[in-house]
């Protein structure tokens, strides 16, 4: 999951952005959101490899700040817990 932010000063950049989206191979959109509150972006999605998750945020690094963050569903998690748990 990734949150994007930026300044407010930068919308029409962003909006002007996203207009011109194109999701490149290997990724694989699941959700999103928008922060009504304005300034922020939240996008689900799964990547194959670094080289399409680079393609997918490289582009937006200069208008915006992306936090990457690996989650995953919590029932898959709670099936890895057995395997490491001491």
Not at 23 to 35: R, T
Not at 55 to 81: G, K, T, Y
């Amino acid at each position: 999951m990734d949150v994007s932010t930026w300044d407010p000063s930068n919308r029409d950049k962003i909006l002007e952005h996203f207009k011109k989206l194109e999701i490149p191979d290997g990724i694989d959109i699941i959700n999103q959101w928008v922060d009504l509150s304005g300034n922020r972006y939240y996008i689900l999605y799964e990547a194959e490899s670094a080289e399409a998750y680079g393609a997918f945020n490289l582009p937006w690094s200069d208008i915006c700040v992306i936090d990457s963050v690996p989650v995953m569903e919590a029932s898959e998690f709670m099936q890895l817990l057995p395997k490491y748990k001491k």
